[in-house]
């Protein structure tokens, strides 16, 4: 068997653990590396599903009922082309849960059109960069310190598709776009697009004012919902289409609760058949049907208990906010909107060295969150912010008392005021009465 070589583009210390690991699972058989799978998937589930309190804001729990049907055969079936004109044949009864899922996102998202066969939001992102511009156009999308997502720039899928990226002008204070600059920058740049939002929302974004700018020089807006997906479904933050974006991508799972994945929508007819070709004979052509049957059945769920569950996420994050400012945890928001107007938080991670720093130093709380660039000084090699989602605890039934308990724990942790052996032991009590989903059929 050929060894692999070493990735020297991967730091040396974590390429001789994976190599060190390689070679263990090589020496093998095969029953002995399937039962290790096993292992440690129940390992992971037990971790996540039982014992952390995860303020992620990129994650969430699909209803198992939808996590079913990722493992229906339907999944290894391809299935190119429309329904009722499949390269294939034999798909009579698959297309139709194309068409079931294709109707679901247009009423839940009161939009005209969607690709919903795409992967995942980053390549929603591609799919709407492909659909709007040519490499060399020029764009303008959030920076860093407005949590402008990877893909929107030039490490990611704008730069891979070969676009000119700039960046959108922000108004610290605002946590948002600052226009009268955007309009002079627009003039300047003359771009084909400009993208609203990011990781991180603590307010809804001026879309309309957005759009009124674009038509200056005849620039199409994009807003990504990748985060705020089952707000948006709900009607409690903003609704970008309507406000004027011409398109928005989104994530499938994240605030929605559903299966892995991204979506396009749009309202545009000549942008929609553009999708349709990007789609397929595009990029996509087979797509996991298991997948898109999945998301049928979370979509019903947001049907159903998607207002409730969108307020309760913002209800959670706002009790959440106010105890840790309490907890002498440094929240930060605008001040008119303070902790938040969404189901994100955000906090001041410099006096705790940066945000990835401290979000690994708190891990063995059996605390999960993440760094996130803010509208605040840099810190050297790492993000200034931490990001917190209340999408996972809200699903888990966790209500305004829990918000307060997570509040203390997740200080205690922050702040070193306990051990945190002590605090993950009280995480793990915490988890014991939260284990049953909510807002699910």
Same mark, same amino acid.
């Given at each position: *068997?050929?060894?692999?070589?070493r990735?020297?583009?991967?730091?040396?210390?974590l390429?001789?653990g994976?190599?060190?690991?390689?070679?263990?699972?090589?020496?093998?058989?095969?029953?002995?590396?399937?039962?290790?799978?096993?292992?440690?998937?129940?390992?992971?589930?037990?971790?996540h599903?039982?014992?952390?309190?995860?303020?992620?804001a990129?994650?969430?729990?699909?209803?198992?009922?939808?996590a079913?049907f %990722?493992?229906?055969?339907?999944?290894?079936?391809?299935?190119?082309g429309?329904?009722?004109?499949?390269y294939?044949?034999?798909?009579?009864?698959?297309?139709?849960?194309?068409?079931?899922?294709?109707? %679901?996102?247009?009423?839940?998202?009161?939009?005209?059109?969607?690709?919903?066969?795409?992967?995942?939001?980053?390549?929603?992102?591609?799919?709407?960069?492909?659909?709007t511009?040519r490499?060399?156009?020029?764009?303008?999308?959030?920076?860093?310190?407005?949590?402008?997502?990877?893909? #929107?720039?030039?490490?990611?899928?704008?730069?891979?598709?070969?676009?000119?990226?700039?960046?959108?002008?922000?108004d610290?204070?605002?946590?948002?776009?600052d226009?009268?600059r955007?309009?002079?920058?627009?003039?300047?740049?003359?771009?084909?697009?400009?993208?609203?939002?990011?990781?991180?929302?603590?307010?809804?974004?001026?879309?309309?004012?957005?759009?009124?700018?674009?038509?200056?020089?005849?620039?199409?807006?994009?807003?990504?919902?990748?985060?705020?997906?089952?707000?948006?479904?709900?009607?409690?933050?903003?609704?970008?289409?309507?406000?004027?974006?011409?398109?928005?991508? *989104?994530?499938t799972?994240?605030?929605?609760?559903?299966?892995?994945?991204?979506?396009?929508?749009?309202?545009?007819p000549? %942008?929609?058949?553009k999708?349709?070709?990007?789609?397929?004979?595009?990029l996509t052509?087979?797509?996991?049907?298991?997948?898109?049957?999945a998301?049928?059945?979370?979509?019903?769920?947001i049907?159903?208990?998607?207002?409730?569950?969108?307020?309760?996420?913002i209800?959670?994050?706002?009790?959440?906010?106010?105890?840790?400012a309490?907890?002498? =945890?440094?929240?930060?928001?605008?001040?008119?909107?303070?902790?938040?107007?969404?189901?994100?938080?955000?906090?001041?991670?410099?006096?705790?060295?940066?945000?990835?720093?401290?979000?690994?130093?708190?891990?063995?709380?059996?605390?999960?969150?993440?760094?996130?660039?803010l509208?605040?000084?840099?810190?050297?090699?790492d993000?200034n912010?931490?990001?917190?989602?209340?999408?996972?605890?809200?699903?888990?039934g966790?209500?305004?008392?829990?918000?307060?308990?997570?509040?203390?724990?997740?200080a205690?942790?922050?702040?070193?005021?306990?051990p945190?052996e002590?605090?993950?032991?009280? =995480?793990?009590?915490?988890?014991?009465?939260?284990?049953?989903? #909510?807002?699910?059929?």
């Amino acid at each position: *068997m050929a060894k692999a070589k070493r990735r020297p583009w991967v730091p040396e210390a974590l390429e001789a653990g994976i190599a060190e690991r390689v070679g263990r699972y090589a020496a093998l058989s095969a029953d002995a590396l399937e039962a290790e799978l096993v292992a440690t998937l129940t390992r992971h589930e037990q971790f996540h599903d039982r014992e952390v309190v995860n303020l992620y804001a990129g994650t969430n729990l699909v209803n198992p009922r939808a996590a079913a049907f %990722l493992s229906r055969s339907v999944g290894s079936r391809p299935s190119l082309g429309w329904p009722g004109d499949k390269y294939e044949t034999g798909l009579v009864h698959a297309q139709e849960i194309e068409i079931m899922a294709q109707a %679901l996102i247009c009423e839940i998202f009161r939009c005209a059109f969607c690709e919903f066969r795409v992967a995942s939001g980053s390549l929603a992102n591609l799919y709407a960069f492909m659909a709007t511009c040519r490499p060399g156009d020029r764009i303008m999308a959030f920076p860093e310190k407005a949590a402008g997502h990877v893909t #929107h720039h030039a490490q990611g899928a704008a730069g891979l598709y070969g676009l000119e990226v700039h960046e959108v002008p922000i108004d610290d204070a605002a946590f948002t776009v600052d226009l009268d600059r955007l309009r002079h920058e627009v003039r300047r740049l003359r771009p084909k697009l400009i993208v609203v939002a990011g990781s991180l929302n603590l307010v809804p974004h001026p879309v309309r004012a957005v759009r009124a700018i674009a038509e200056e020089v005849g620039a199409s807006v994009m807003y990504d919902a990748a985060h705020m997906s089952g707000l948006l479904a709900a009607g409690v933050f903003q609704d970008p289409l309507a406000e004027g974006a011409h398109i928005v991508t *989104m994530s499938t799972y994240k605030s929605l609760g559903g299966p892995p994945g991204g979506l396009v929508l749009t309202n545009d007819p000549e %942008l929609a058949q553009k999708l349709d070709r990007i789609a397929f004979p595009g990029l996509t052509a087979n797509f996991d049907l298991a997948r898109s049957a999945a998301l049928v059945v979370a979509l019903l769920d947001i049907k159903e208990h998607g207002t409730a569950y969108a307020r309760a996420m913002i209800e959670n994050a706002r009790a959440l906010g106010t105890a840790l400012a309490r907890e002498g =945890v440094p929240v930060v928001a605008p001040a008119e909107a303070f902790p938040t107007r969404s189901h994100h938080l955000a906090i001041d991670a410099r006096p705790f060295g940066g945000g990835t720093r401290a979000s690994r130093a708190i891990e063995p709380a059996n605390i999960l969150v993440s760094g996130i660039g803010l509208p605040l000084p840099p810190v050297p090699g790492d993000f200034n912010g931490i990001r917190i989602g209340t999408q996972e605890v809200t699903r888990l039934g966790m209500g305004l008392d829990a918000m307060g308990d997570i509040a203390r724990l997740l200080a205690d942790a922050l702040l070193t005021r306990r051990p945190l052996e002590a605090v993950r032991a009280d =995480v793990i009590a915490l988890r014991r009465d939260f284990r049953t989903l #909510h807002f699910v059929r």
